[in-house]
């Protein structure tokens, strides 16, 4: 895997100075734009002028200048007379009430450049502007503007995790540089989890001298790796000193960025206990988890006081590092199995007059919630904190759906939305097969784009309760911060300018041509993004009256020269242009890819169509499928298009415990040599592999005998997502009617997260040749 991924960042820059539009083509948008008359001219004259309090950001925009014109530009002293062809920072008096605290004015003349805020955090974001225009300034020279912007949400996140894969310090700085280009303002720092901590704590240093190594185990697949053995070494992990914590904070808040920490309880809290065992219920050591763990069982004793001792000792060093108003706390995937079983607990429960377990968890977050109150900070946790009752002044962090964002603005507390579906940037952002490994999903550019972080059925009161979005960096299958930069960018770009721009300016084909001007900012500024929106996608029609295929083919960049080809080979500059959809009346393999310059951006889009026997013929199912797993309609089994490794790619007919039986009827009596049916096995979403294939055919649809059958050797418990091909090869002569059962395992096996619950079987294809 980590072969394919680097080979991915070798992909050359094809844009330099190509695809460059201007320097108006802003990310993100801000909320008006007016074109003036002339321009004006950098040169080593220009200086900064503006009063004494904003000195430090006329050094920080002097550096800015400095990095892409490769002058530094003076500062007038205070009490001079500026000369002319200056870029002037100031602050309004009075407060200017439409920039808000965070809004400017950039004002761009032929002899002076303005930038006015309320207060420093807008003159930084004018600064930000300002950057963004001068990479397209050719020969330092701006057109005149004026620009008024100020972002429509006040919380404008980028989490990261550091405990699944530690990151070294200095990548995050520039994960802050970064967010500043992108007027982002939070950084959601996740130090600690199952897999390790990662924060110093002085009062107790086995967090980190324990808690911060694990096992190394990198070479398994994530959900593949045992716990520690007796005996075996802790190798892998890391840690940042307190020293390294302020010195980011500091740096973070000089670029207008709150780094909230999350110390997770009750439960992602293996690597504390693997440190302190005592104050798990059972008290046993299991070690800091290599790998994943599910269901999260190994959590905090809720009925130990030591418990909130500890957690109040570890929070109050926390606070000290970091100002942040939020502490985050977790409270995400806490199995209840062990307090369950905890006579401690149980004798909470019962003190307390808590009805069971949730209302349990909630005693203990708002226990906490009280602490942190006190000392001023408010807590902020994922969406489970509703289970059980809300405590009082917290805030949600709503990641399963909205669902949970929703309920907690109805209630009046305040929301950050970060929905799995658009926010989760762990996961696949282009088709898997060209993408490095992920943990699954599928959320494009275009996707993210399309957020929308004030659910519809909120009144315009309970929408003011949400804060703004995010979007999340689990680390699971993210090892390195090269990888993190890939998973973040573009994304990252789309959902700034959801949080940041108007939502009526929100416009998809606009962006994506803006977005060729900031992939060549990223290039200047050694962003390692993904290309994955230059891939190209295929949508296979089928025509059932002629029994072919049209095939279109889109990508989510502007404008886009594609080029394809049917005979299997690599597209090259001199292939056929695409321009409209292409008739398939033969089994073909087609491939695409996107031209810059002459050159293909990505590997190319390789999909099969195959125009066997049975396309478009009438299929009858014994059992429904699911109707929420139809695929593309009815005839989803027979329209020549084999699924991918992803049971969602609209290719897929899913069966909930019952078995596929499926007739197809051929229309005519023919002769066939073979019959091939395309099944997948996605154990994390229940589904697995048919037991056996069995393959009957009949000449009148009642007697039917049978052409063979097959089986396979692939495992429950393989942790990939497979697809396998049941051929069953025999030929038989007039066949009219072909009866394929692809028999379900019924039930999810022992030692599986569903064992013993419902098991699903998914079948994408059934090729009659
Ligand atoms: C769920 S999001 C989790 C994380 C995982 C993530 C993977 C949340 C609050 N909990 O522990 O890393 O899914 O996408």
Same mark, same amino acid.
């Given at each position: 895997m980590k072969i394919r991924f680097f080979s991915l960042l070798l992909v050359i820059s094809v844009f330099a100075g190509k695809l460059f539009a201007g320097p108006l083509d802003l990310v993100p948008l801000p909320a008006s734009i007016q074109k003036g008359e002339g321009e004006f001219e950098f040169s080593p004259q220009t200086a900064f002028f503006g009063e004494p309090g904003l000195t430090s950001l006329m050094e920080y925009g002097g550096r800015m200048v400095a990095s892409k014109l490769g002058f530094v530009p003076g500062i007038v002293p205070a009490g001079a007379i500026p000369g002319s062809a200056m870029i002037r920072l100031q602050l309004s008096a009075p407060f200017d009430g439409q920039l808000g605290t965070e809004g400017y004015l950039l004002k761009i003349m032929p002899r002076e450049i303005l930038i006015r805020a309320n207060l420093p955090a807008g003159v930084f974001y004018g600064l930000q502007t300002l950057g963004q225009m001068l990479d397209g300034a050719e020969g330092g020279k701006l057109p005149a503007v004026t620009i008024t912007d100020h972002p429509r949400f006040s919380y404008r996140g980028m989490h990261i995790d550091v405990a699944r894969h530690f990151m070294p310090i200095e990548s995050l700085y520039r994960f802050v540089d970064y967010l500043a280009m992108h007027k982002m303002n939070v950084l959601h720092w996740h130090l600690v989890d199952d897999q390790g901590w990662r924060l110093e704590i002085k009062k107790y240093p086995k967090l980190t001298e324990v808690g911060a190594w694990r096992v190394d185990r990198e070479e398994l697949h994530w959900n593949s790796r045992p716990l520690i053995r007796p005996g075996e070494k802790t190798t892998y992990g890391g840690f940042y000193t307190q020293e390294e914590v302020k010195a980011l904070v500091q740096y973070a808040r000089e670029r207008y960025v709150t780094i909230i920490p999350e110390i997770e309880m009750p439960a992602h809290a293996m690597a504390a206990l693997a440190a302190y065992p005592e104050l798990s219920c059972t008290g046993i050591y299991q070690g800091v988890a290599p790998g994943g763990v599910w269901p999260i069982t190994h959590i905090f004793c809720a009925g130990k006081e030591e418990t909130f001792g500890f957690l109040e000792d570890v929070l109050t060093e926390t606070m000290a590092l970091f100002p942040s108003t939020f502490i985050h706390v977790g409270g995400d995937e806490a199995d209840k199995t062990e307090w369950k079983k905890c006579p401690l607990c149980q004798k909470r429960i019962k003190e307390e007059g808590l009805k069971e377990e949730h209302e349990l968890q909630s005693y203990f977050i708002?226990?906490?919630?009280?602490?942190?109150?006190?000392?001023?900070?408010?807590?902020?946790?994922?969406?489970?904190?509703?289970?059980?009752?809300?405590?009082?002044?917290?805030?949600?962090?709503?990641?399963?759906?909205?669902?949970?964002?929703?309920?907690?603005?109805?209630?009046?507390?305040?929301?950050?939305?970060?929905?799995?579906?658009?926010?989760?940037?762990?996961?696949?952002?282009?088709?898997?097969?060209?993408?490095?490994?992920?943990?699954?999903?599928?959320?494009?550019?275009?996707?993210?784009?399309?957020?929308?972080?004030?659910?519809?059925?909120?009144?315009?009161?309970?929408?003011?309760?949400?804060?703004?979005?995010?979007?999340?960096?689990?680390?699971?299958?993210?090892?390195?911060?090269?990888?993190?930069?890939?998973?973040?960018?573009?994304?990252?770009?789309?959902?700034?300018?959801?949080?940041?721009?108007?939502?009526?300016?929100?416009?998809?084909?606009?962006?994506?041509?803006?977005?060729?001007?900031?992939?060549?900012?990223?290039?200047?500024?050694?962003?390692?993004?993904?290309?994955?929106?230059?891939?190209?996608?295929?949508?296979?029609?089928?025509?059932?009256?002629?029994?072919?295929?049209?095939?279109?083919?889109?990508?989510?960049?502007?404008?886009?020269?594609?080029?394809?080809?049917?005979?299997?080979?690599?597209?090259?500059?001199?292939?056929?242009?695409?321009? #409209?959809?292409?008739?398939?009346?033969?089994?073909? *393999?087609? !491939?695409? &890819?996107?031209? =810059?310059?002459?050159?293909? $951006? /990505? +590997?190319?889009?390789?999909?099969?169509?195959?125009?066997?026997?049975?396309?478009?013929?009438?299929?009858?199912?014994?059992?429904?499928?699911?109707?929420?797993?139809?695929?593309?309609?009815?005839?989803?089994?027979?329209?020549?298009?084999?699924?991918?490794?992803?049971?969602?790619?609209?290719?897929?007919?899913?069966?909930?415990?019952?078995?596929?039986?499926?007739?197809?009827?051929?229309?005519?009596?023919?002769?066939?040599?073979?019959?091939?049916?395309?099944?997948?096995?996605?154990?994390?979403?229940?589904?697995?592999?048919?037991?056996?294939?069995?393959?009957?055919?009949?000449?009148?649809?009642?007697?039917?005998?049978?052409?063979?059958?097959?089986?396979?050797?692939?495992?429950?418990?393989? #942790?990939?997502?497979?697809?396998?091909?049941?051929? *069953?090869? !025999?030929? &038989?002569?007039? =066949?009219?009617?072909?009866? $394929? /059962? +692809?028999?379900?395992?019924?039930?999810?096996?022992?030692?599986?997260?569903?064992?013993?619950?419902?098991?699903?079987?998914?079948?994408?294809?059934?090729?009659?040749?």
């Open positions: 708002t226990r906490v919630e009280k602490f942190l109150s006190a000392h001023g900070r408010k807590l902020l946790g994922w969406d489970e904190i509703l289970e059980g009752g809300l405590a009082p002044e917290a805030s949600v962090m709503s990641w399963r759906g909205e669902e949970g964002g929703i309920a907690a603005a109805k209630m009046g507390h305040t929301v950050v939305m970060t929905p799995g579906s658009h926010c989760y940037f762990d996961y696949y952002q282009g088709d898997p097969s060209l993408e490095p490994l992920a943990i699954g999903g599928l959320t494009t550019l275009k996707k993210v784009y399309s957020f929308e972080p004030v659910p519809a059925v909120l009144t315009e009161k309970e929408g003011k309760m949400i804060l703004g979005a995010q979007g999340n960096h689990w680390t699971e299958y993210i090892s390195t911060p090269e990888h993190l930069e890939y998973m973040a960018f573009p994304r990252l770009a789309a959902l700034a300018e959801v949080v940041w721009s108007p939502k009526e300016s929100r416009n998809w084909d606009d962006f994506s041509r803006r977005m060729n001007s900031q992939y060549l900012r990223y290039e200047k500024a050694g962003i390692r993004y993904a290309r994955s929106a230059f891939q190209v996608w295929s949508h296979p029609r089928l025509l059932p009256e002629t029994k072919t295929l049209e095939v279109a083919f889109t990508t989510e960049v502007s404008n886009p020269e594609i080029r394809y080809t049917l005979d299997g080979t690599d597209p090259t500059v001199s292939s056929p242009l695409y321009t #409209a959809p292409v008739a398939i009346d033969r089994s073909v *393999v087609a !491939k695409a &890819a996107v031209f =810059v310059d002459g050159k293909s $951006v /990505t +590997a190319p889009l390789s999909r099969q169509f195959y125009l066997h026997k049975a396309v478009a013929c009438p299929v009858t199912l014994k059992y429904p499928n699911s109707l929420k797993y139809d695929g593309s309609g009815e005839y989803t089994l027979v329209d020549g298009v084999k699924g991918s490794a992803n049971f969602n790619d609209g290719n897929w007919k899913g069966f909930y415990k019952d078995d596929m039986v499926a007739t197809i009827d051929l229309g005519k009596a023919v002769g066939i040599q073979s019959v091939e049916t395309h099944a997948i096995q996605d154990v994390g979403s229940w589904i697995f592999m048919p037991k056996e294939v069995v393959v009957e055919v009949s000449a009148d649809g009642q007697n039917f005998r049978k052409l063979g059958s097959v089986t396979h050797k692939i495992p429950v418990t393989a #942790a990939e997502k497979l697809t396998h091909d049941f051929l *069953v090869k !025999k030929s &038989a002569k007039k =066949v009219r009617y072909v009866r $394929v /059962t +692809a028999r379900n395992l019924g039930i999810c096996p022992p030692g599986h997260a569903g064992a013993g619950k419902g098991a699903h079987l998914f079948v994408s294809e059934i090729v009659v040749d």
